[in-house]
Structures are given as structure tokens and as C-alpha cells.
């Protein structure tokens, strides 16, 4: 069963311009959204949350929007930098159970 | 640096055998959660303990044990290892019993890969 899904594997965007990952999910109880970032050979880092009770949350380039009757998430980029060529994992958490995982995306920013 | 220390950095082994992984979390942090990740996959929660003891059990397969000793430290004990068993094994800490929120978010290690020939 998956809860968390980010259905596109990889995105390729240029330097400069926006990137939007989405992500989509099931379960309408989870309580929080998390946007996790990995880069080879390092573990995920937390990038940004969103309670389930807002729409918006911004932290400087990035700006996650929830929306919760298509529940579907998506993450804001701008503007994209190489820096911020990693996988992208979204992740979805009820309570104190679980976080569960999407599959995640890697974006990769062209010059 | 993000404070969890995972070893080893990578491990190659043949079915059947029995491996352990290591990890220490951040200093303060009384969770330790384990997460795999294969191939295309997305991370997939295994197991959590708080304060040495077993707090949530996800998708871990009975060769698989896992325990949290009084220096707060935790081991991943796969057995009987199979070649689909081959992925990245990542540790994670957390201060409180809950997975992480947006306040208490997971500090994830740089993870053991796993290969099984």
C-alpha cells in the first residue's frame, strides 16, 4: 500500500528557473508533510514541513503548497540552483506513528 | 554533518550470512529508527526503539532484529541474507518518541550499503 507517491522519477530543470516537485498521497490523516533532500552517499536531510491544516509554508527559495482535497503536495524551487541537484523525498506522518516515504525525485539543475 | 554515525560504509557479503549494522545517534537523541532503501525504492520504515525499547515495528521481515543498548547506540541484525536483502540501510534519531514532526524532524546517518552476492 502506497501511502506516499511521487510519480515522476527524475526532472531536469534549468538554473535559474522554477522547479516543482509533486507529490500525491492517501491516507487523509496524516497530521504533518515532510520534504526531505538527499544527495549521493549522504543520508536525507529535512528540507521543509507543512501542517496538514495549512496551505503554504515558505523558507526561502523553497515553498511547499498542500492541497488537501486532491491530496497532493508539491515543493517549490526558486530560483533553482546546481546546488540543489539531489533526490527529493516526500513524506507524509500521522501522530507519533511513522513517517512513510515517498519514492522520491531526482531533480537535476542544468547551467 | 548531521550528528548519526552509521557503520560500516559499505558491506559485502554471500547469502546465508548474518551481518550487523551499527549506529549512534545524535548526542541527545533517544530514538532510533532503522529505514531500507532499495533499488527505485523510497525509504521503508523498519524499525524504531526509544530508550532501549522497541516503540514501532514497520515492514521488517523476521531475519531481521534489531536492539537499542544503555549507551543508546542500536544495531541491525539481518540473517539468512538473501540477494533482494542488497540496499541501503539508513539509521535515523530523533529527540522525542514521535517520527519526527515538523519541529523534531529525523537526522538521518549516511547509511551501510548492503551487497549480497
Known amino acids: 500500500d502506497q501511502q506516499v507517491k511521487q510519480n515522476s522519477p527524475s526532472l531536469s530543470v534549468q538554473e535559474g528557473r522554477i522547479s516543482i516537485l509533486n507529490c500525491d498521497y492517501t491516507?487523509?490523516?496524516?497530521?504533518?508533510f515532510l520534504w526531505y533532500k538527499k544527495y549521493p552517499a549522504e543520508g536525507p536531510t529535512f528540507l521543509i514541513s507543512?501542517?496538514?491544516?495549512?496551505d503554504k509554508n515558505e523558507d526561502g527559495r523553497f515553498t511547499v503548497f498542500l492541497n488537501k482535497s486532491a491530496k497532493h503536495l508539491s515543493l517549490h524551487i526558486v530560483p533553482s540552483q546546481p546546488g540543489d541537484s539531489a533526490v527529493y523525498f516526500c513524506?507524509?506522518?500521522?501522530?507519533?506513528?511513522?513517517?512513510?516515504f515517498g519514492q522520491g525525485t531526482r531533480l537535476t539543475i542544468n547551467p | 554533518d548531521s550528528g548519526v554515525t552509521q557503520t560500516p560504509k559499505h558491506l559485502i557479503t554471500a547469502t546465508g550470512q548474518r551481518v550487523t549494522l551499527r549506529c549512534s545517534p545524535r548526542?541527545?537523541?533517544?530514538?532510533v529508527y532503522w529505514y531500507q532503501q532499495s533499488l527505485d525504492q523510497g525509504l521503508q520504515f523498519l524499525i524504531q526503539?526509544?530508550?532501549?525499547?522497541?516503540?514501532a515495528k514497520g515492514n521488517i521481515l523476521e531475519r531481521f532484529s534489531a536492539q537499542q543498548f544503555p549507551d543508546l547506540h542500536s544495531e541491525l541484525n539481518l540473517s539468512s541474507l538473501e540477494l533482494g536483502d542488497s540496499a541501503l540501510y539508513f539509521c535515523?534519531?530523533?529527540?522525542?518518541?514521535?517520527?519526527?514532526?515538523?519541529?523534531?524532524?529525523?537526522?538521518f546517518g549516511n547509511g551501510t550499503r548492503l551487497t549480497v552476492t
Open positions: 535515523a534519531s530523533s529527540v522525542g518518541t514521535g517520527s519526527g514532526s515538523y519541529n523534531s524532524p529525523l537526522h
Open positions: 491516507n487523509s490523516m496524516f497530521d504533518y
Open positions: 507543512i501542517s496538514s491544516i495549512k
Open positions: 513524506a507524509g506522518i500521522q501522530g507519533a506513528q511513522k513517517l512513510v
Open positions: 548526542s541527545g537523541d533517544l530514538s
Open positions: 526503539y526509544y530508550n532501549g525499547e522497541e516503540r
